[in-house]
Structure formats: structure tokens, C-alpha cells
């Protein structure tokens, strides 16, 4: 057995021996625990630490984002960006009405594996909407319209493929956990639907949001030219080694 494992065995002794109030049983655990220990050399104290800070739990925080400057065009269309990311992060969003900075809601490692997409994809999605209206391509259609229909059409598309890529690290990761489908859910279903519960939980005790944002859609006049640029640019968008979905289970554990 791992050292690891040996640490988590005698701690989970060390647990039972304190939690029972029977004092036979107590004992019982206590001499299991010190037994193992002393056949390994490992010190009741260091097993008892190892222990307590591997059930330390995350707990979901909030967090403001700073999208913008007031006054700055196409903010609304960043905030479409970053709230596409954050919805396959298992992160919930309040926009303020401006939409100048977002409100996010969840564990911390999903947050900053949302903030690190955004970034890099943020800066994809203003160099290509940049080219396509150097390209001349948008006329007739004006150039902040054009634009603003790119990176919203751009912002969807990258919202569907973090999607449909956390469904299958997902679905693979129950699978693999579940090997028969008709089997009583466990282990990893169970863990990832108890953390939807706690983050609903905590988006409903902590928001103080007064209404829901409704994206941008309805303020811009519709280009569907750039609309077909701006998705293929959001389908050839580089995700990186998307870190959201490794993180985003690694803090279930």
C-alpha cells in the first residue's frame, strides 16, 4: 500500500477513535491506528494531519470580474464572452447594468479557470474581429454593427464547444466510475450533483441581483454576414489545454 494510502487509512482510524463515544470502540480504533502506524513508521500525528487537510473542503466564493471602463463599446459582447465561459465552468454570473464588471459565483479553482480563458479568449476574438473588419468584408453593414454581431456570434460558439466538451469529461468520468448505466448512481454523479446543489445554494443566499441579464442580442441590429465570420472564428478559437474541466473535478475530490 501507498504511503498515501497508509496516511488516509490510519487517519480514518484516528477519526473513528475520536468520533465514537464508546469507549471500547474507541480504543479498538486507537490500537488499530497505532499498530499500522508503528508497522510503518508513521506518526499518529502526521497521519492525523494528512488527514484533516485532505477533508478541508472548497467552498464556493464570489468574485468580481472587471470587464471594462464605462462608456467603453462592446462591453455587452465581452460579458457575452465571459459568461458563455463561465456557464461550462460551473460558474453563475450578475452583470452589473453596465456592464462593466461581472459577478461570479463558484469554487475557486473553476473561477480562475474561467478568468484564464477569458483572457486568451478575449484577445482571439478582437484580433479576428479586427481582421474581418480591416477584410472590408462586413459592408454594407456599418463597422461597430459588423463588429458587435462577430463577437457575439463568436462568444456563442465558444460557449457550445466548452459546453459539449464538459459533457463528455463528464459523461466519461461517470462512466468510468458507473460501468453499468442502469446502476444506482455514485461516487462521481452523486459528487457532481451535490456541487450543483451547494453552488445554487450559495448563488441564491449570496446574490443580491435585482433581475436577469439578458444578454445583447436584443440591442444589436442583426449582420448575419458577420454573424457566419464571427462563428467560424469562434470554431477555429484556440482553448488551449482547456484547464476548465480537470480543475473543475479536481476540487470534488
Given at each position: 500500500m501507498?504511503?498515501?494510502?497508509?496516511?488516509?487509512?490510519?487517519?480514518?482510524l484516528l477519526?473513528?477513535?475520536?468520533?465514537?463515544?464508546?469507549?471500547?470502540?474507541?480504543?479498538?480504533?486507537?490500537?488499530?491506528?497505532?499498530?499500522?502506524?508503528?508497522?510503518?513508521?508513521?506518526?499518529?500525528?502526521?497521519a492525523r494531519?494528512?488527514?484533516?487537510?485532505?477533508?478541508?473542503?472548497?467552498t464556493?466564493?464570489?468574485?468580481?470580474?472587471?470587464?471594462?471602463?464605462?462608456?467603453?463599446?462592446?462591453?455587452?459582447?465581452?460579458?457575452?464572452?465571459?459568461?458563455?465561459?463561465?456557464?461550462?465552468?460551473?460558474?453563475?454570473?450578475d452583470?452589473?447594468?453596465?456592464?462593466t464588471?461581472?459577478?461570479?459565483?463558484g469554487?475557486?479553482?473553476?473561477?480562475?479557470?474561467?478568468?484564464?480563458?477569458?483572457?486568451?479568449?478575449?484577445?482571439?476574438?478582437?484580433?479576428?474581429?479586427?481582421a474581418?473588419?480591416?477584410?472590408g468584408?462586413?459592408?454594407?453593414?456599418?463597422?461597430?454593427?459588423?463588429?458587435?454581431?462577430?463577437?457575439?456570434?463568436?462568444?456563442a460558439?465558444?460557449?457550445?464547444?466548452?459546453?459539449?466538451?464538459?459533457?463528455?469529461?463528464?459523461?466519461?468520468?461517470?462512466?468510468a466510475?458507473?460501468?453499468?448505466?442502469?446502476a444506482?448512481p455514485?461516487g462521481?454523479a452523486?459528487?457532481?450533483r451535490?456541487?450543483?446543489?451547494?453552488?445554487?445554494?450559495?448563488?441564491?443566499?449570496?446574490?443580491?441581483a435585482?433581475g436577469t441579464?439578458?444578454?445583447a442580442?436584443?440591442?444589436?441590429?442583426?449582420?448575419?454576414?458577420s454573424?457566419r465570420?464571427?462563428?467560424r472564428?469562434?470554431?477555429?478559437?484556440?482553448?488551449g489545454n482547456?484547464?476548465?474541466?480537470?480543475?473543475?473535478r479536481s476540487?470534488?475530490?
Open positions: 501507498s504511503s498515501e494510502k497508509m496516511l488516509a487509512r490510519i487517519g480514518g477519526r473513528q477513535a475520536e468520533s465514537t463515544t464508546n469507549p471500547h470502540e474507541a480504543q479498538a480504533f486507537m490500537e488499530a491506528a497505532q499498530r499500522i502506524a508503528t508497522a510503518t513508521s508513521i506518526d499518529l500525528a502526521v494531519s494528512h488527514t484533516s487537510q485532505r477533508e478541508r473542503r472548497a464556493p466564493v464570489q468574485r468580481s470580474i472587471r470587464i471594462g471602463e464605462t462608456g467603453k463599446k462592446g462591453l455587452r459582447t465581452y460579458v457575452h464572452l465571459f459568461v458563455s465561459i463561465a456557464a461550462a465552468n460551473d460558474v453563475q454570473c452583470v452589473a447594468h453596465n456592464s464588471q461581472v459577478f461570479a459565483y469554487f475557486d479553482t473553476d473561477i480562475d479557470a474561467s478568468e484564464a480563458l477569458y483572457s486568451s479568449l478575449l484577445m482571439q476574438m478582437v484580433r479576428a474581429s479586427d474581418f473588419i480591416r477584410s468584408a462586413h459592408r454594407p453593414v456599418a463597422g461597430v454593427t459588423a463588429r458587435l454581431n462577430f463577437q457575439l456570434a463568436f462568444a460558439r465558444i460557449g457550445e464547444r466548452l459546453a459539449t466538451a464538459k459533457r463528455e469529461a463528464e459523461a466519461d468520468a461517470i462512466s466510475d458507473r460501468p453499468d448505466p442502469a444506482e455514485t462521481t452523486l459528487v457532481l451535490d456541487k450543483q446543489i451547494e453552488l445554487s445554494d450559495f448563488y441564491r443566499q449570496t446574490s443580491q435585482r441579464w439578458r444578454g442580442k436584443a440591442t444589436v441590429a442583426p449582420s448575419a454576414k454573424r465570420a464571427g462563428d472564428a469562434g470554431r477555429d478559437a484556440r482553448l482547456s484547464p476548465e474541466l480537470p480543475a473543475a476540487q470534488l475530490v
